[in-house]
């Protein structure tokens, strides 16, 4: 499962803003980066009418497993543990956020590392 097209964070300039200007939330397996939106930065072809307050990417590098299945599952984890989470979350401002997950966080359960993700959201303020 995959994060609906309104969730789905896309361009490298919104990757550039959230990597100079995003606060960043630390776990032991993830790292949490989460700005404010600047939409004049999204990439063409993103519906202006389809707002969501809240958009979201995942990284998982190679280094966490050189298994491209092994990443995969863990990317479809994420996709369907934010989509439901985040789906009927309204804030005042868009937020953009982009999780990168630590290579220590194959260790770890599966239900450790959504934790883990619920805490930083609840740490950033994004979720209460």
């Known amino acids: 499962m995959v994060l609906p ?10 990757f550039d803003l959230i ?3 995003g606060a960043r939330f630390y776990s032991p397996s993830m790292v949490l980066r989460v700005t404010k939106a600047n939409i004049n930065l999204q990439a063409k072809g993103i519906n202006p009418q389809i707002s969501s307050s809240i958009r979201c990417a995942i990284s998982i590098s190679n280094k966490v497993s050189k298994k491209s ?7 479809r984890l994420f996709h ?3 989509s439901r989470r985040l789906s009927n979350m309204q804030c ?7 999780i ?4 220590s966080c194959l260790k770890n359960s599966n239900s450790t590392l959504l934790k883990e993700c619920d805490k930083l ?3 950033a303020g994004i979720t209460k």
């Open 100 to 103: 990168s997950l630590k290579p």
């Open 5 to 14: 097209k309104h969730m789905r964070l896309k361009g490298h300039r919104c």
């Open 19 to 21: 990597y100079r200007e």
């Open 92 to 98: 005042e401002n868009e937020i953009w956020a982009f």
């Open 69 to 75: 299945v092994t990443r995969n599952k863990l990317r």
């Open 80 to 82: 369907h543990h934010l």
């Open 121 to 123: 959201l609840i740490k």
